[in-house]
C-alpha cells in the first residue's frame, strides 16, 4: 500500500473536503480524487461519503482514521529517535507552557537547560492548557508546564511546586504599607484582571464566588506584561503569582488573608509516550531548580 495515499487520505479528513486537501497538497483536484479511490479499492471499502455538499467519513473511514493516526504517531517518535543521541550531543526540545509563568520561572529554566546543553535545539512556546494539552496528545509538543487540573486522563503530571497568587501592585500604591489584605478591603480595590481564556482568572473568579466578593474590574487584558506596565502607572492593582513581584523593584505583592489563592505547578506529557533524552534532561532541571524554590 502507497503510504502517499494513506497521507492523502488524512488531508481530505481533516480538510473536510478535496477541494482544499489538494490545495493544501499543491496537486489538482481530480488526481486526488483519483488516488483517494485506488485506497478505498486497495482496502475493499468506502472511506468518504460523497453524497452531500460536504465530504464526510464513513464509520469506515473513522475507525481507519485513528489507526492512521496511531501509525503516523509512532512513525514520528521512531524518527525522532534515530535522531536523539543519548548524550545530548544533538537533538531537538518542544516546550510550552502557561503564560503565568513566563515573568518568574520559564527564564531561569530555559537559561540553565541551554548552559547545559547548548547543542539541543529547543522550540519554546506560551499557549493556553487546553493548548498545551492538545499539541501533547497530537504528540506536536515533548513537554508542557501548566497546572494540576489537567482534563485529559491520557496526559501523565508530574508536581513541582506550590504557588500563591497574591495582589500585586506598584511600590508607589498606597497600599504597599500594609502586610496582608483583608478580602472586604479587597471588595473597595479597583483591579485589573486577566481575561477569562486564563485559567488563572477562572481561579481567580472561583476564588470571588467561594468568598462573597464583588470587587471592581476596571480592566482585562490578555497579556501579563502588558498588566504589569499598566498597574506601574496607575493605582489599579491586580492578582498573579506573588513570585512575580520578586523580579522588578518597583512591583510589591501582599497576599490575602485569612484565605490565599494556592495552585500546583505540574510538568505533563503523554502517557506512554517516549521520553526522549531531551526531555529527561529538562525534566531533570526542572526539578532541581523547583525544588530550590521551594525550599527558598
Do not use: W
Amino acid at each position: 500500500m502507497n503510504i502517499r495515499y494513506i497521507k492523502y487520505f488524512v488531508a481530505v479528513a481533516e480538510n473536510e473536503g478535496f477541494t482544499r486537501a489538494a490545495n493544501a497538497l499543491y496537486i489538482s483536484q481530480p488526481a486526488l480524487s483519483q488516488q483517494i479511490k485506488l485506497l478505498e479499492e486497495s482496502l475493499g471499502t468506502q472511506l468518504f461519503d460523497r453524497s452531500g455538499r460536504n465530504v464526510r467519513l464513513t464509520d469506515a473511514g473513522e475507525v481507519y482514521l485513528q489507526y492512521v493516526r496511531s501509525a503516523f504517531q509512532k512513525l514520528e517518535e521512531g524518527t525522532r529517535a534515530i535522531h536523539d543521541v543519548e548524550n545530548l550531543s544533538r537533538g531537538s526540545l518542544r516546550i510550552a507552557f502557561t503564560p503565568t509563568f513566563t515573568n518568574y520561572l520559564i527564564g531561569p529554566l530555559i537559561a540553565e537547560f541551554y548552559n547545559r546543553y547548548p547543542k539541543i535545539n529547543i522550540q519554546v512556546q506560551e499557549t493556553s492548557q487546553e493548548k498545551i494539552e492538545k499539541l501533547l496528545l497530537n504528540n506536536d509538543l515533548d513537554i508542557g508546564i501548566a497546572f494540576d487540573d489537567v482534563q485529559s486522563p491520557e496526559i501523565q503530571t508530574m508536581p513541582l511546586l506550590k504557588e500563591n497568587l497574591g495582589l500585586v501592585m506598584a511600590r508607589h500604591h498606597p497600599l504597599v504599607q500594609q502586610k496582608t489584605l483583608t478580602l472586604n478591603d479587597l471588595n473597595h480595590e479597583k483591579l485589573i484582571l486577566l481575561s477569562e481564556k486564563f485559567v488563572t482568572r477562572k481561579q481567580i473568579n472561583y476564588y470571588f464566588q467561594e468568598n462573597g466578593l464583588q470587587p471592581s474590574i476596571q480592566i482585562e487584558a490578555n497579556s501579563i506584561s502588558a498588566i504589569l506596565e499598566i498597574i506601574r502607572r496607575t493605582s489599579l492593582i491586580t492578582i498573579l503569582p506573588a513570585e512575580i513581584s520578586n523580579q522588578s523593584h518597583d512591583l510589591h505583592s501582599i497576599p490575602l488573608i485569612p484565605k490565599e489563592i494556592q495552585r500546583t505547578a505540574v510538568l505533563i506529557h503523554r502517557k506512554g509516550g517516549r521520553l526522549s533524552a531531551a526531555t529527561r534532561a529538562f525534566i531533570k532541571i526542572a526539578e532541581e531548580l523547583f525544588k530550590e524554590k521551594s525550599r527558598g
